[in-house]
């Protein structure tokens, strides 16, 4: 775009047009750079936190536990960015802003950022994971960012009441998203609690159980009128598809594996797809109701991670580490699978052998069943309903992100300008 092209008020620059009254600045400019000494802790983001062996550093007491390790410490107000990471791994230029009045300590793929003249959560917004730093992460090896690499980054800066109108706009929503996660974390434990109490008949639903006691079983105790049921008598395990990468396509007949599982739910975000013309027995294709299982996996704690198919995954294959198990109590038996009922069982089972669950180990799985029928659909709709209202939230997370980040291409690069509250001039 030519200078006689540009729209009244804005300039030419290296990083593109931006407006009169904005400098480009190189993040050098802006900065005081520290790199992390080395020591063979990895460092990561979790929460509000910056983690050591997975032990939060909250104080400079815990920090102090540290001592023997060489450090750089970082305080409040600074910006912490991966400068190392594996290809592709989706955390080189990852930012943190330290948000809390206390020491915190980085290793060398680390480096700590201390602003000397400019917003820090501004600074913050324009550098996480700023596609100027893509740029290095070739695919292929290692990808480390130095030093020069790092400061050389050329920033769009605003007037600072401007950065600070932009900072406070993003941080709103940045609060209502926090907000919503720590909501769908509650309801995730109040439908946990909910499946102990109704999958066990600890408590019974209106209309059921009236006057009935509780009688001590194999899975604990359940109410008298409950039997308990090995999985066998009620429905089949079925095995998956062995395919070879040679089948593979990038359309097809969709194999629905561990990754397709996440959350108890089905997720489309990483598929493998078989050549549509290969014959497949209908064993492996998966019929609405059927529950889908992780039977085999190198990560012991993805063993029994379950799914229930919908009408929109029905007719998909099935890879060999997964299991569907077929029967009429699909929603009943579901939620059991999501219980502690089975997954102790799923434990008792693994030992020291190889993370799987044979077709045998699950007609042996036993779990406390409702004689009436009316009562496992009682059951499963209470929980489907908490299952729907969590996904509501989670919608909502989802459409308050995608604002966010239609906020951040408008406001970080000048096409949408704030009113600037003449206080914070």
């Not at 706009?169 to 720590?182: G, M, Q």
């Amino acid at each position: 775009m030519s200078s006689c092209q540009l729209p009244e008020g804005y300039k030419q620059t290296e990083v593109g047009v931006i407006l009169e009254d904005w400098d480009v600045k190189p993040l050098g400019d802006i900065v005081t750079f520290t790199n992390g000494k080395a020591h063979e802790n990895d460092i990561q983001d979790f929460g509000n936190y910056i983690v050591v062996n997975s032990k939060f550093i909250s104080t400079e007491g815990e920090v102090k536990k540290y001592s023997g390790i060489c450090r750089c410490e970082t305080y409040k107000g600074n910006i912490l960015m991966v400068m190392s990471d594996v290809p592709n791994g989706r955390a080189i230029a990852k930012c943190f802003l330290v948000d809390k009045e206390c020491a915190y300590t980085v290793n060398q793929r680390i480096c700590s950022l201390a602003i000397k003249e400019a917003d820090p959560k501004f600074i913050f917004y324009r550098l996480n994971r700023n596609s100027y730093y893509l740029q290095f992460d070739d695919g292929v090896k290692q990808t480390n960012l130095r030093r020069d690499e790092v400061l050389s980054c050329p920033l769009p800066i605003p007037p600072l009441p401007e950065q600070r109108a932009i900072a406070a706009a993003l941080s709103d929503v940045d609060a209502l998203i926090a907000s919503l996660d720590k909501l769908i974390a509650k309801q995730r434990h109040l439908k946990t609690a909910t499946m102990q109490q109704l999958l066990t008949g600890k408590k019974r639903l209106p209309g059921f159980g009236e006057g009935k006691g509780y009688k001590q079983t194999e899975v604990g105790v359940i109410p008298e009128d409950w039997d308990v049921t090995p999985l066998a008598e009620i429905g089949q395990s079925l095995i998956g598809l062995t395919y070879k990468p040679e089948n593979t396509r990038e359309h097809g007949t969709l194999v629905l594996r561990s990754s397709n599982v996440q959350n108890d739910q089905l997720a489309y975000e990483d598929n493998v797809y078989v050549d549509s013309a290969l014959p497949l027995p209908s064993r492996v294709i998966v019929e609405e109701g059927d529950i889908l299982i992780c039977v085999r996996n190198g990560s012991r704690q993805l063993i029994g991670k379950c799914a229930l198919i919908d009408t929109g995954a029905a007719g998909s294959a099935f890879g060999a580490f997964m299991s569907v198990f077929r029967t009429k109590l699909s929603g009943f038996v579901f939620y059991q699978f999501q219980s502690d009922v089975i997954q102790k069982q799923i434990n008792e089972i693994m030992g020291a052998t190889i993370n799987q669950i044979t077709n045998k180990d699950m007609a042996r799985f036993q779990i406390p069943l409702p004689p009436l029928e009316e009562e496992q659909r009682a059951i499963a709709t209470v929980i489907s309903d908490m299952d729907a209202a969590i996904s509501a939230l989670e919608t909502r997370r989802a459409k308050t992100q995608a604002i966010k980040q239609g906020m951040m291409q408008q406001l970080l690069t000048g096409r949408v300008r704030l009113t600037i509250d003449s206080a914070s001039q």
